[in-house]
């Protein structure tokens, strides 16, 4: 036992700067990512997390549900993929909310985004498939950041929005739930004007019931 305890403070000697290094290394790793997440909490911005948002008028009323909520990287499956994605969306505007993304990259994470909304509903198309009655709509879907002084909390979203709908969007607000949807109304008005003169920055996906 001797033995042991002389080797341990043997070793200790030899190795204490690494070993102090190293522990300072992961305070300070624990220091940054604890103020990081202060950070975010305070500033309410939450960008490692994507929600998908429905967006409907029923009887006259906006109404906006989430469908579904999750990290960036289990959606888009690539680290630069994502960094690239949060970097665009922090350049985003209260004017335009749609994250600017350079043209040929919009098809991938468009794509990813419609994926995860397919999945949800797969249980629709194996119906349709073996001729099980269902129903289907178009729902038009884009990748925004609404960054106004109203939004409670800022994350990235996925809008989703009958396709037919969209295209003819009332010209008058609807009622709201909430004062701070009127924010969402902007964001929907702008989508239906940039939906006829930006087709790339919108999917259109299939939802079968």
Same mark, same amino acid.
């Given at each position: 036992?001797?033995?042991?305890?002389?080797?341990?403070?043997?070793?200790?000697?030899?190795?204490? !700067?690494?070993?102090?290094?190293?522990?300072?290394?992961?305070?300070?790793?624990?220091?940054?990512?604890?103020?990081?997440?202060?950070? *975010?909490?305070?500033?309410?911005?939450? +960008?490692?997390?994507?929600?998908?948002?429905?967006?409907?008028?029923?009887?006259?009323?906006?109404?906006? *549900? !989430?469908?579904?909520?999750?990290?960036?990287?289990?959606?888009?499956?690539?680290?630069?993929?994502?960094?690239?994605?949060?970097?665009?969306?922090?350049?985003?505007?209260?004017?335009?909310?749609?994250?600017?993304?350079?043209?040929?990259?919009?098809?991938? +994470?468009?794509?990813?985004?419609?994926?995860?909304?397919?999945?949800?509903?797969?249980?629709?198309?194996?119906? /349709?498939?073996?001729?099980?009655?269902?129903?289907?709509?178009?729902?038009?879907?884009?990748?925004?950041?609404?960054?106004?002084?109203?939004? /409670? !909390?800022?994350?990235?979203?996925?809008?989703?929005?009958?396709?037919?709908?969209?295209?003819?969007?009332?010209?008058?607000?609807?009622?709201?739930?909430?004062?701070?949807?009127?924010?969402?109304?902007?964001?929907?008005?702008?989508?239906?004007?940039?939906?006829?003169?930006?087709?790339?920055?919108?999917?259109?996906?299939?939802?079968?019931?």
């Amino acid at each position: 036992m001797k033995d042991l305890i002389e080797l341990a403070i043997g070793l200790f000697h030899e190795h204490w !700067t690494k070993v102090l290094i190293g522990a300072g290394l992961l305070t300070l790793g624990w220091l940054v990512g604890w103020w990081r997440a202060r950070s *975010r909490w305070l500033k309410k911005e939450f +960008f490692d997390r994507i929600n998908f948002s429905l967006n409907s008028i029923v009887d006259g009323k906006l109404l906006i *549900r !989430t469908l579904m909520e999750k990290a960036c990287e289990s959606v888009f499956l690539n680290q630069i993929a994502v960094a690239q994605l949060l970097a665009a969306a922090k350049r985003t505007t209260a004017e335009n909310p749609i994250i600017p993304l350079p043209r040929d990259d919009y098809w991938f +994470f468009l794509n990813a985004a419609l994926n995860e909304v397919s999945e949800k509903f797969a249980n629709g198309f194996m119906m /349709r498939d073996i001729g099980a009655p269902i129903r289907m709509r178009k729902y038009v879907l884009c990748l925004t950041n609404e960054c106004d002084g109203e939004i /409670r !909390t800022r994350k990235l979203r996925v809008m989703l929005i009958q396709q037919q709908l969209l295209e003819k969007l009332p010209e008058e607000m609807p009622a709201l739930e909430s004062p701070n949807h009127e924010t969402r109304w902007r964001t929907l008005q702008l989508l239906a004007s940039r939906y006829q003169s930006n087709p790339h920055e919108f999917m259109i996906v299939e939802v079968l019931l």
